[in-house]
């Protein structure tokens, strides 16, 4: 794994609070991310099934269970970025277990493209695609997640919508460059077997795309009518 340049320009957005609800400032314009967007238009069935969640575990189970998640997930992904870019890693303790599971994926990486840089597109969102890297030959855009089980592939619809966005707005922001993906992949790191992983060829991802934009637009229809 050659990780010692990343080869593109990294970007960053500026966080504000508009009207209490957080964009990013990106040229002088102000765009929503891609998971406020997911997370403010989640359909009624994924918010029930949540509630029904919190409802059998209860308040304060629920909370450390998604405190813990949250924790584990950041913590994870800054160890992964520093490795993509050739930093030196301690890993947790607590985190040993996810990152075996990672190693795998990770020891595929032949070269870093770009690291958890800001990308935007003109339909309105801002994103912060967690890597993209060349893996067998082909550029691939990766998204890190954790879990404490493997995820069937209707529990994910989100990960794939906040993949595909990532992709369009990757493939605009660096244009002159003319980079253009090959493919994404979502790894889930599991805490007792190799990473999970769901890829997604380019037919897929238009088709993805398709959706979100239509999520991007119910959201934009709600808060900026």
């Not at 584990?72 to 890993?91: D, F, N, S, Y």
């Not at 090959?182 to 238009?206: G, N, S």
Request: charged residues 20%; positive net charge; hydrophobic residues 45%.
């Amino acid at each position: 794994m050659d990780c010692s340049v990343v080869k593109l320009v990294h970007y960053r957005a500026q966080s504000v609070t508009v009207n209490r609800r957080r964009v990013y400032d990106v040229g002088g314009y102000r765009y929503p991310g891609v998971t406020t967007v997911l997370s403010a238009t989640k359909p009624a069935e994924a918010r029930a099934a949540l509630q029904r969640w919190r409802l059998r575990v209860g308040p304060a189970e629920a909370q450390r269970i998604s405190g813990q998640a949250s924790s584990v997930g950041t913590r994870l992904h800054r160890c992964i970025a520093a490795t993509l870019r050739g930093e030196p890693v301690t890993v947790p303790q607590d985190l040993a277990d996810y990152w075996a599971s990672m190693q795998p994926t990770l020891n595929a990486v032949e070269e870093a493209w770009l690291v958890e840089g800001a990308v935007w597109h003109r339909a309105g969102f801002v994103g912060f695609p967690d890597a993209l890297v060349v893996t067998g030959g082909r550029l691939c855009l990766w998204d890190w997640k954790t879990a404490r089980q493997p995820k069937r592939i209707e529990w994910i619809t989100d990960y794939f919508l906040q993949t595909a966005a990532y992709w369009k707005a990757i493939e605009q922001v660096y244009a002159d460059q003319g980079v253009q993906i090959d493919e994404a992949r979502i790894a889930i790191a599991l805490a007792d077997q190799p990473a999970q992983q769901f890829t997604l060829e380019l037919d897929a991802l238009v088709d993805v795309w398709e959706h979100f934009q239509r999520r991007l637009w119910a959201y934009h229809a709600r808060y900026h009518p």
